[in-house]
DNA sequence: CAGATTGATTGCAGATTCTGAAATCACCGT
DNA sequence: ACGGTGATTTCAGAATCTGCAATCAATCTG
């Protein structure tokens, strides 16, 4: 639609990106990945709610995706099972962006405002999977237990993912990191 | 220590609560804050590293005291049992507080940017979990999994308490969250 | 007791983040 | 050609947060 050049998010992510690991993420101002991405400081607040969200572009598609993908999973499953199957679900995409991953988290780890807003995520996807769990009858306390465990073994199978010098596939590392948990919890 | 009053953070703390709870956390500002504890925008700075901060008090203190508990449990304890006893060990000055609580609670659930905060706590409050147990010998990954659903199972707790209207004590809820957490885990 | 020290508070300047409202611009259909 | 549409821009401004120097009163020191 437009006269102007599309992808006007993934510029501003990019330069975003390239100006946090040139200088850090405190030491750039929005108006200057703005003018790097040919745009605006008022544009970047048009397409981000704030500085941070730059670096976490989609995740509140992923995690309505995940949302979904619970709620119609096959009633049979177990939840633990059906969180599973939609984390797997689309994970090929990100074995496709491995390398960006990694400069991303190269920049949450070094810089505690980004990895707070990370974390915030991270809850935001846990409540999103106990309300889905809740959607196919589980009830509470253990959909709300279930879906927090569900949350930290997908932040465990993600990192140890972008650690694997393998490079084995993201849905691997999830598998291995749910069994992991079924293995402890009987610890427990 | 001081011709100034004492009690400079206190007093700090108790205007904002007040006024964040008669106009709203946005709708206030800092220099509204510092003014009616007597005192000026720049030495709120002083005390707080931002204007979330001022409702999260002794909360690093909370978490450093946890990770000690655990740290020094006594070997023949469980994972589960060492962190449910650090947890419970100092619980009754939240009884002794469980109204200001429940207020601060009802500006958490209002506000966005502080829930936010809160869940970077929970999540230093897991991580702080995690290096108390690996410290005690329990290897990842079961030590990270086993402090997140301990954090999670501290939020559990908590909110049960807030909610009991039989003001049960946070003890109570504690135990009672952690038998929720045995039981559903067993299901995993 | 005068003087130095200390620690908390203050004043001020300024960069930066983020918002609201109105204006601009070029594509698109009619 | 003309108006609608959506993205971008311009502008003004409030609020957050920081750095630095100054102030102030209590305490320590000789």
Redesign the pocket.
């Known amino acids: ?6 992808g ?2 993934e510029r501003l992510q990019e330069a975003a990106i390239e100006l946090f690991t040139e200088r850090g993420y ?7 990945i ?1 003018t790097r991405a ?6 970047f ?9 730059v670096l976490f572009p989609g995740q509140d598609a992923f995690i309505a995706g995940i949302r979904e993908a619970v709620t119609a999973a096959p009633e049979e499953k177990s939840p633990l099972d059906a969180v599973l199957a939609a984390f797997t679900a689309g994970s090929d995409w990100f074995d496709r962006h491995r390398e960006a991953a990694q400069r991303r988290r190269q920049l949450l780890d070094a810089h505690a405002d980004l990895r707070e807003r990370e974390r915030a995520k991270v809850a935001a996807l846990g409540e999103a999977i106990a309300g889905a769990l809740r959607a196919r009858g589980l009830p509470d306390p253990a959909a709300t237990l279930t879906a927090s465990v569900c949350a930290a073994a997908h932040q465990l199978g993600a990192a140890r993912w972008l650690a694997d010098p393998e490079e084995g596939t993201l849905a691997h590392h999830l598998r291995a990191s749910f069994e992991d948990l079924r293995r402890t919890a009987r610890t427990w």
Do not use: I, S
């Open positions: 639609m437009g006269r102007w050049p599309g006007t998010q405190e030491r750039t101002t929005v108006a200057e703005a040919g745009l605006t400081e008022r544009t607040y048009n397409h981000f709610a704030d500085k941070r969200e």
